[in-house]
């Protein structure tokens, strides 16, 4: 019933900065915890940025991003940033935003399965 669709990826030099965006359709997302997360070629998907849907919205992010990248939400046009500053090399990966209807307004998660739908997925490349 909800669609995810991820725009924003591109082509940046080491120290760029990227904004990704998630827009949702079919419902409100109101009260759905969503995620991105990234996939080399050659590599397991792995997390990259999480945030609930509590008051103030409490966020999660990989230790490889702690510092550099930000996700946001913006419940009234039901989308999901990822503000991506300070690129290197290693960030390079197929960028995927996901989502996970609960009633805890609380919830995070950093796995995979816990994800209850997905986008298809926007390229970041980032060049040295």
């Known amino acids: 019933q909800v669609q995810l669709v991820e725009s924003g990826g591109g082509l940046v030099q080491a120290g760029g900065s990227l904004r990704l965006s998630c827009a949702a359709s079919?419902?409100?997302?109101?009260?759905?915890?969503m995620a991105w997360f990234r996939q080399a070629p050659g590599k397991e998907r792995e997390f990259v940025a999480a945030?609930?849907?509590?008051?103030?919205?409490?966020?999660y992010y990989a230790d490889s991003v702690k510092g550099r990248f930000t996700i946001s939400r913006d419940n009234a046009k039901n989308t999901v940033y990822l503000q991506m500053n300070s690129l290197k090399p290693e960030d390079t990966a197929l960028y995927y935003c996901?989502?996970?209807?609960?009633?805890?307004?609380?919830?995070?998660?950093?796995?995979?399965?816990?994800?209850?739908?997905w986008g298809q997925g926007t390229q970041v490349t980032v060049s040295s």
């Open positions: 945030i609930s849907w509590n008051w103030n919205g409490s966020t």
């Open positions: 996901a989502g996970h209807r609960t009633y805890d307004s609380r919830w995070i998660s950093i796995q995979v399965y816990d994800y209850d739908y």
């Open positions: 079919g419902r409100t997302f109101s009260t759905h915890a």
